[in-house]
């Protein structure tokens, strides 16, 4: 499992005094705003970045960090994806990083059939849209408890499918 997961990513400058405006890539912004140390990939090195005062603000969160005072620093910043320890983050007995599901097995949970591998999860509204690889191609299957049974970093994800869901990939 990785140390560092993606967490966002720096779209815009928030004033003229060195705030950022960052869209999160996490259940929300205020997962975000929780944390004291966000992380740059600077040449495959992750390179620390204080944050002095954070906050959410129509669904993105405004940071400032330590050591960017000034606009034309923060501008700098933009397009930066933005990087967090996952031993800082707090998370659910119910909740799992995305990093560490693409790539399982999707599994029939009546027959243990595998049906192909988690690609992507796609954030899209109310609830998470899973795209699974088959041989065949792509199926999506909304990440809702009445298709999804079970997930296990170890084991897979265990689902339950309509009938026909992968026939016709």
Do not use: C
């Not at 495959?44 to 050591?67: D, N, R, T, Y």
């Amino acid at each position: 499992m990785e140390k560092y997961l993606q967490i966002g990513k720096i779209v815009n400058t928030h004033g003229f005094r060195g705030d950022i405006k960052m869209q999160t890539w996490s259940d929300s912004p205020e997962v975000v705003t929780k944390l004291k140390v966000l992380y740059r990939n600077v040449n495959s090195q992750f390179v620390p970045m204080k944050v002095k005062k954070s906050s959410v603000h129509k669904g993105m969160a405004l940071i400032k960090f330590e050591s960017i005072d000034d606009f034309d620093s923060a501008n700098n910043l933009r397009e930066e994806i933005m990087y967090a320890d996952r031993d800082n983050i707090s998370k659910g007995s119910d909740s799992y990083f995305i990093a560490d599901l693409i790539g399982l097995d999707i599994i029939d949970a009546d027959s243990g059939k595998v049906y192909g591998k988690l690609k992507e999860v796609m954030q899209y509204g109310i609830h998470d849209i899973y795209s699974v690889g088959t041989e065949k191609g792509e199926v999506l299957i909304p990440a809702v408890s009445e298709f999804v049974k079970k997930i296990s970093v170890e084991e897979g994800i265990f689902i339950k499918p309509i009938e026909g869901m992968f026939d016709e990939v």
